[in-house]
């Protein structure tokens, strides 16, 4: 059962890899770094800002299967969260997801109180990294890690969330040098 429902997200993941310049997707060997930290991590509570049609999702998923974690996931726009939650149900990952429709500085300045996570992808509006990350910070667990991707493509936009990042002595972070840049970010 395991190995039929690999072969279908293997081959959903090869399908959106043909659209993924359309759907702003994260690009492979992100999603697969993403899939190994969470697991690294034993993580429990993902959030990622940005699910576009599902991609890095779908590699978040496939990782929180493993640990037995949850993924929430925000997206603006209405047609491609349909899209994401199509794939999703595609590869049996909809059980552990959570999709979120509006505007993502809404839904974090209205998250639960004691709405925890120890995982963040962040990947949607370039310009609001540094609000999503101080919107976030209350919502981390002690332990925790934030990555962020096109911290290399779109450097001047994120500079802010970088520069918060660096400034903050209970981060140590790191810049990996995929694609887009991914930001790495642990606390503890
Ligand atoms: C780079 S794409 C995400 C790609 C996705 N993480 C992947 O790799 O498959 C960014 C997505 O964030 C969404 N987005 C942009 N600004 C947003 C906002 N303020 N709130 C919620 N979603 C937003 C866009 O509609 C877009 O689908």
Same mark, same amino acid.
């Given at each position: 059962?395991?190995?039929?429902?690999?072969?279908? !997200? %293997?081959?959903?993941?090869?399908? *959106?890899?043909?659209?993924?310049? %359309? $759907?702003?997707?994260?690009?492979?060997?992100? +999603?697969?770094?993403?899939?190994?930290?969470?697991?690294?991590?034993?993580?429990?509570?993902?959030? %990622?800002? +940005?699910?576009?049609?599902?991609? /890095?999702?779908?590699?978040?998923?496939?990782?929180?299967?493993?640990?037995? +974690?949850?993924?929430?996931?925000?997206?603006?726009? %209405?047609?491609?969260?349909?899209?994401?939650? #199509?794939? $999703?149900? !595609?590869?049996?990952?909809?059980?552990?997801?959570?999709? *979120?429709?509006? /505007?993502?500085?809404?839904?974090? #300045?209205?998250?639960?109180?004691?709405?925890?996570?120890?995982?963040? $992808?962040?990947?949607?509006?370039?310009?609001?990294?540094?609000?999503?990350?101080?919107?976030?910070?209350?919502?981390?667990?002690?332990?925790?890690?934030?990555?962020?991707?096109?911290?290399?493509?779109?450097?001047?936009?994120?500079?802010?969330?970088?520069?918060?990042?660096? #400034?903050?002595?209970?981060?140590?972070?790191?810049? *990996?040098?995929?694609?887009?840049?991914?930001?790495?970010?642990?606390? +503890?």
């Amino acid at each position: 059962m395991d190995i039929i429902l690999d072969k279908t !997200t %293997e081959n959903v993941m090869a399908e *959106l890899e043909k659209t993924q310049k %359309e $759907f702003w997707n994260i690009a492979r060997e992100t +999603g697969v770094m993403l899939n190994m930290f969470i697991k690294m991590m034993n993580a429990q509570n993902v959030l %990622e800002i +940005g699910t576009s049609n599902g991609y /890095s999702g779908l590699w978040l998923s496939k990782a929180l299967k493993k640990t037995g +974690g949850h993924l929430t996931t925000i997206e603006f726009y %209405e047609k491609r969260q349909s899209i994401a939650i #199509e794939n $999703f149900k !595609t590869c049996g990952f909809d059980d552990i997801i959570t999709p *979120l429709q509006g /505007s993502a500085i809404m839904i974090l #300045e209205n998250l639960p109180e004691d709405k925890k996570f120890d995982f963040v $992808f962040i990947d949607a509006n370039k310009q609001e990294y540094i609000k999503y990350f101080n919107l976030i910070k209350p919502h981390l667990t002690s332990k925790c890690m934030i990555t962020a991707d096109n911290i290399l493509s779109h450097a001047q936009k994120v500079q802010p969330f970088v520069d918060a990042i660096s #400034e903050d002595d209970e981060f140590q972070y790191e810049i *990996l040098n995929l694609p887009a840049g991914l930001l790495v970010a642990y606390r +503890g």
